[in-house]
């Protein structure tokens, strides 16, 4: 009985101090006691996130939404660290930590929420094409004996085969390369969100996006997994509030976004 009673103390302290430590381990927690947050962003999408080669300091509509939840959940958008994640590297960087979340024009799809949470969205594009002016290609059908770049890891791909299951797909690490096969006539069109495709354009009147879209993408702040959905809750907050009192708005117009 004694032996017995032992063993049921030791295993609550066991326990105790397990959920002690989970506590301390939680994510919010953990942003919280770091006192900033590390935001996963692309550097290759103006409008969304790229470099400001003048200042260098990172900039766009994905930053400006980062510095809205940092200022929410540690008082000051000034609290973030930025990391350059492509759509290959942004799955990685949440689920292995690197990042407690990533801003960075990432659709919510349901492959995707296997893998990590996504906030409520805080931005609607749509998938098209952008093709050299001069180009026969006028629609997503004309595509089907063509070749079309993409970007690894985004959700395009999928897209395109879906309605061109013959489709010749090649892939690039980044929008800055892509867009660069592009300009060299590797390929006869470079296939992405609406919104990413007129950013690579805004100083070049070469290239045209087709007026078709394949999808509807819901961009989200992607984090991690956890039981605690606090870290969740207060991105949920910041995004309804941004929607809510007009900022989105105010937002897309800066950035020129329709
Ligand atoms: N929004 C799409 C996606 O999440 C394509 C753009 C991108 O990957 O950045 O896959």
């Not at 609550?12 to 101090?17: A, R």
């Not at 006691?33 to 996963?40: E, K, T």
């Not at 407690?100 to 659709?107: E, H, L, Q, R, Y």
């Not at 931005?123 to 098209?128: C, E, K, S």
Request: proline share 3%; net charge neutral; with cysteine.
């Amino acid at each position: 009985m004694k032996k017995l009673l032992c063993l049921l103390i030791l295993s609550l302290l066991f326990l105790t101090g397990c959920s002690k430590k989970e506590v301390i381990k939680n994510h919010y927690d953990q942003i919280i006691q770091r006192d900033y947050i590390i935001v996963g962003i692309k550097t290759d999408s103006p409008p969304f996130g790229y470099i400001n080669h003048e200042t260098g300091e990172e900039e766009g509509f994905d930053i400006d939404i980062a510095k809205e939840i940092a200022k929410e959940i540690l008082g000051s958008e000034q609290k973030i660290q930025y990391v350059s994640v492509t759509p290959n590297t942004r799955i990685e960087a949440i689920t292995s930590g690197t990042v407690d979340m990533v801003v960075a024009t990432m659709s919510i799809t349901p492959q995707r929420q296997y893998l990590i949470d996504f906030s409520k969205p805080y931005y609607i594009a749509g998938q098209t094409a952008l093709v050299p002016k001069n180009s026969n290609i006028y629609t997503f059908a004309d595509l089907k004996d063509k070749t079309t770049l993409i970007v690894l890891g985004s959700n395009s791909e999928k897209n395109i085969r879906n309605i061109i299951p013959t489709a010749k797909i090649i892939g690039y690490k980044n929008y800055d390369e892509a867009f660069n096969a592009l300009k060299e006539n590797k390929a006869d069109a470079l296939s992405s969100d609406d919104s990413i495709l007129a950013g690579l354009i805004i100083n070049n009147d070469d290239f045209r996006i087709l007026k078709n879209r394949i999808s509807r993408e819901y961009y989200a702040v992607g984090i991690k997994k956890d039981d605690d959905y606090r870290l969740k809750d207060n991105i949920d907050v910041v995004i309804t509030r941004l929607h809510n009192n007009g900022k989105i708005k105010e937002l897309k117009q800066k950035w020129n976004l329709y």
